[in-house]
């Protein structure tokens, strides 16, 4: 490989058998992603038991990504995903930190199953946070308990998927998870208008009516896809609003003209949109209006998506496609790493990503860590992977990649 640093320039922290320490691993020659951007190359030690020092030109390294928005389906689908599944998936795809969404089988709506997941989450080698539903089962008439969620470990409240909450029931849900501390997710779409821009605009305008009459609250708005909710989403924080917002990879790199070559592989909720609306949603992340990209990780089996299931796999591709956009790395910063922890309330705790920006490979869905081989872009040519993940100052992936 000739990518080790000779042997005087090697160094070794605390051993993982010296006393219990985590041991530090150094690497050289890495640039940074940081707040400011990408540093000039440096040398850099991170906690990382069990690994060797190394050469790292040419590499990246950045605190691991957080994924606000991800549907393990763990209860009830082990067809589509599990915990386990998921987070191999994650970890391969730069993700130590995974936010699962409340829509599993059964519904995470009451105290209890917000405890038994993060019981069972503490067991995975990333770290996975749970949202709790905003209302029982999902069918936006009786609210879940808040406050019961909070105590039992749940992040944020969300009944992404669906949005059946009324202004009046949303107004009440807010100002309930305010009591709680914990922020609302939405899946923004009025469902009796359809999936269409409108649907999206009106479901938005609407939550921000209710966030104004919720003194305290804070609504972050899910996958937003269009020009019209953006402008929306603008408008409120300018007027001081507690608005955040999400964009997920697909969106930015994809459009509705995308679809007619997908087939049922390109459905999605919300759909693709126009190429004006995809210029506005990457606009609004380079801008800040949108703060987070999100992937929406919505893995399924081959048969239900055939049956024209929305929803694309996610952890896998995100990186790779977020480099193809060329996008500043300091918005990559601020969208990958910073903003979700701060909407959520975590903090980084000894986890890494190594990525290997110019590594160019093709999408094959089936060497997917994840159960869901569903995404759009199988077949494409890439560039950009991740070569190392640590957690909990642990390294839970190292990609032997060969280079030419
Ligand atoms: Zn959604």
Redesign the pocket.
């Known amino acids: 490989m000739g990518r080790r640093p000779p042997s005087r320039d090697r160094w070794r922290g605390c051993g993982a058998h010296s006393g219990g320490t985590t041991a530090l691993m150094r690497l050289h020659h890495v640039r940074q992603l940081t707040s400011h951007g990408l540093s000039s190359p440096r040398t850099v030690a991170i906690a990382a038991g069990g690994a060797e020092d190394r050469d790292a030109t040419g590499l990246i390294l950045s605190p691991g990504w957080l994924d606000l928005?991800a549907h393990l389906r763990d209860p009830g689908f082990p067809e589509k995903e599990t915990l386990t599944s998921g987070a191999a998936s994650a970890a391969f795809g730069g993700f130590t930190h995974v936010v699962a969404?409340a829509n599993t089988m059964p519904v995470t709506d009451k105290p209890d199953r917000v405890r038994e997941l993060v019981a069972r989450a503490a067991d995975l080698p990333i770290r996975v946070s749970v949202v709790a539903a905003v209302s029982i089962g999902l069918e936006g008439r009786q609210l879940t308990d808040a406050t019961g969620m909070k105590a039992a470990g749940a992040v944020a409240l969300s009944d992404?998927?669906r949005h059946l909450l009324a202004a009046e029931t949303l107004g009440r849900a807010l100002r309930a998870a305010a009591r709680a501390g914990l922020p609302v997710l939405i899946?923004a779409?009025s469902e009796h208008l359809g999936n269409g821009p409108d649907a999206e605009a009106t479901a938005v305008a609407e939550a921000l009516r209710s966030l104004a009459q919720a003194p305290g609250a804070r609504l972050h708005i899910?996958?937003v896809s269009t020009r019209a909710a953006v402008d929306l989403i603008s408008a409120a924080k300018r007027q001081g609003f507690a608005v955040t917002a999400e964009v997920t990879p697909h969106h930015l790199a994809l459009t509705a003209g995308d679809v007619a070559s997908l087939g049922p592989f390109g459905n999605v909720?919300?759909p693709l949109r126009s190429i004006d609306d995809r210029a506005a949603v990457r606009e609004a992340l380079d801008q800040g209006v949108i703060d987070v990209i999100a992937t929406?990780h919505a893995p399924h089996e081959i048969a239900a998506k055939a049956a024209g299931a929305n929803g694309f796999h996610g952890f896998e591709t995100a990186l790779a496609v977020l480099i193809g956009l060329g996008l500043d790395p300091a918005v990559l910063y601020r969208a990958c790493v910073q903003r979700p922890r701060e909407i959520i309330g975590q903090s980084v705790e000894d986890e890494w990503i190594l990525i290997d920006p110019d590594r160019e490979w093709t999408v094959d869905s089936s060497s997917f860590k994840s159960r869901g081989k569903n995404t759009p872009f199988d077949g494409r040519r890439v560039r950009g992977r991740i070569v190392m993940t640590v957690c909990r100052g642990q390294v839970i992936v190292e990609r032997m990649l060969q280079r030419v």
């Open positions: 928005h969404m992404d998927g899946h779409q899910q996958h909720s919300p929406d």
